[in-house]
């Protein structure tokens, strides 16, 4: 019997960019994000007679996922599985397929193994594979802090609906991953202490301005936070660039949309795609602006999405049809 779990990937508004020394993946700095609905991982976990872990059909070593196993099996008795996962965006492009990846990994596991993991073990498991996926067990509005660096629900998707366009500004995978990078930018970026002390005062302010519904006080510290990192990239030694001139066309076509009074923000992680997210009323808007942006690949509109779940028994068939289609094996 194959467990089938699906999780969605998450964008933070404010970021996480640094670790805390020791074990256990621990951020060094609170973050907050939005999970998305229009993007989706989907896992399935079977019995094995030794681990196998397939992304999009191909058979993959991930170290990562090695390591998440051992990390589970440290506590849980998991035995040797099978694990074929599928993202329906780009992987590793910078749209956060770690998040999902591990988000959807972890739960599937628990649900497989009958584990009895709460949310919080699956969001403190999940994060020490990859910090973001911490948050990706939840949906909504979701903070990940200390003292116990698990993912936090803050507000339902449904509590304020934002929409987020995505700008899809290059197909291909990133040059430096978010944990090379990190750490490169906590070892040589002068302005790395301030980053994680300016860091932590951010994200008490923005979790007030999620409590209050203010979009345009959301707006002007996510930009921020968003701008201070890639600042902060910026000044690692060698520099990270993590942006190409369409990434920077989008902003600038963001920021006159703004100005004329959309209310829309940008926001972009490790890699060149832009996420703009808005209110609903403004989507089809900010949609046919970034459209029109040369270069600009794709758009994909999403709204807000839940937390990683085992699929139900009426949509399991359709998840292992479009994991078993990426897999290229016929039903
Ligand atoms: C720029 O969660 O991918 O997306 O913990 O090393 O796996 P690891 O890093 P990861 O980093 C995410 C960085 C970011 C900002 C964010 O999501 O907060």
Same mark, same amino acid.
């Given at each position: 019997m194959a467990t089938v779990t699906r999780a969605h990937p998450n964008i933070a508004l404010i970021k996480y960019w640094g670790k805390a020394a *020791?074990?256990?993946?621990?951020?060094a700095t609170p973050s907050l994000s939005i999970t998305l609905d229009a993007l989706t991982t989907t896992t399935e976990v079977s019995d094995a007679d030794t681990d196998i872990f397939e992304l999009d059909g191909r058979p993959v070593a991930d170290t990562k996922v090695t390591e998440c196993l051992a990390n589970l099996r440290r506590r849980f008795p998991v035995p040797p599985l099978h694990i074929r996962s599928h993202n329906n965006f780009p992987t590793?492009? *910078?749209?956060a397929s770690s998040a999902s990846g591990f988000a959807a990994l972890v739960t599937a596991i628990d649900a497989h193994c009958d584990l009895g993991m709460t949310a919080q073990a699956r969001s403190d498991y999940a994060r020490q594979a990859s910090g973001s996926a911490a948050r990706s067990i939840f949906g909504g509005f979701v903070a990940l802090r200390g003292p116990n660096w698990h993912g936090e629900m803050?507000?339902?998707?449904?509590d304020w609906p934002l929409k987020v366009v995505i700008a899809i500004a290059a197909a291909e995978a990133k040059a430096v991953s978010s944990s090379e990078g990190m750490k490169r930018s906590a070892a040589t970026s002068p302005y790395y202490p301030s980053w994680v002390t300016s860091t932590a005062q951010d994200f008490d302010v923005a979790v007030t301005l999620v409590a209050n519904r203010d979009f345009t006080g959301l707006a002007e510290l996510a930009e921020f936070s968003c701008l201070k990192m890639h600042g902060l990239m910026l000044s690692s030694r060698p520099g990270l660039i993590y942006w190409n001139p369409t990434t920077l066309a989008c902003m600038h076509r963001i920021r006159e949309l703004r100005d004329s009074g959309l209310p829309v923000f940008f926001t972009m992680d490790a890699g060149p795609q832009v996420k703009a997210v808005c209110l609903p009323k403004a989507a089809p808007e900010v949609a046919a602006a970034l459209a029109d942006?040369?270069?600009?690949?794709e758009v994909l509109v999403s709204g807000l999405g839940d937390g990683a779940a085992p699929k139900t028994k009426a949509d399991t068939k359709a998840a292992t049809q479009a994991v078993n289609k990426a897999a290229g094996k016929s039903q």
């Open positions: *020791g074990e256990g993946n621990v951020p590793a492009a *910078g749209l803050l507000a339902a998707p449904a942006v040369g270069g600009v690949h």
